[in-house]
T-cell receptor
């Protein structure tokens, strides 16, 4: 039972354009959501997060949107750069006070120069 | 400040053997969690430790076990290895259980140990 789903295994975007990565979840008890970026042969690197009490969080070129009624999370990267090419994982935390994250299967983003 | 260190980076084992993987968290971090990454499955939670106590466990068979030492270093052990255990095993560390303070909600990952079972 995949509680966090990333339905697009891959995405290609032109440099300078917007990248939109999507994530759907099923458990309404998730209270915190995160995005991690992973390059080959490296561990995941934290990108941005959002609490369930918010609907938007921005950090530079990265913005995460949360639609609780639709149980949908999205990451916007504007403008996209070739260095953004990586696998992006969304993750959700089912209960407070734990690092037991539930991860999606990842979306491979390729930014074309 | 050194990051999360996992050893060894690569490992090849034979089916039926056992293996021990090590994780040294970032200095000052007392929480360590372990994940298994396989193609198509994303990252699956294995365990979470804080102050030498297991706080959470994922849905893995009893062949998977772990522990944390007083210096916060952690090890995970897999006994009676199966071909399906081939994966990237990732360790993540944090100051402690998440609090309302934003920075403490983040887990920092190591580079992982690539285990291949043949």
């Amino acid at each position: 039972d995949q509680q966090v789903k990333q339905n697009s295994p891959s995405l290609s975007v032109q440099e300078g354009r917007i990248s939109i990565l999507n994530c759907d979840y099923t458990n309404s008890m998730f209270d915190y959501f995160l995005w991690y970026k992973k390059y080959p042969a490296e561990g995941p690197t934290f990108l941005i997060s959002i609490s369930s009490i918010k609907d938007k969080n921005e950090d530079g070129r990265f913005t995460v949107f949360l639609n609780k009624s639709a149980k949908h999370l999205s990451l916007h990267i504007v403008p996209s750069q070739p260095g953004d090419s990586a696998v992006y994982f969304c993750a959700a935390r089912p209960t407070s006070g734990t690092y037991k994250y539930i991860f999606g299967t990842g979306t491979r983003l390729k930014v074309l120069a | 400040k050194a990051g999360v260190t996992q050893t060894p980076r690569y490992l090849i084992k034979t089916r039926g053997q056992q293996v021990t993987l090590s994780c040294s968290p970032i200095s000052g971090h007392r929480s360590v969690s372990w994940y298994q990454q396989t193609p198509g499955q994303g990252l699956q939670f294995l365990f979470e430790y804080f102050s030498e106590t297991q706080r959470n466990k994922g849905n893995f068979p009893g062949r998977f076990s772990g522990r944390q030492f007083s210096n916060s270093r952690s090890e995970m052990n897999v006994s009676t290895l199966e071909l399906g255990d081939s994966a990237l095993y990732l360790c993540a560390s944090s100051f402690g259980p998440p609090t309302p303070a934003r920075l403490k909600l983040r887990a920092f990952f190591g580079q992982g140990t690539r285990l291949t079972v043949v």
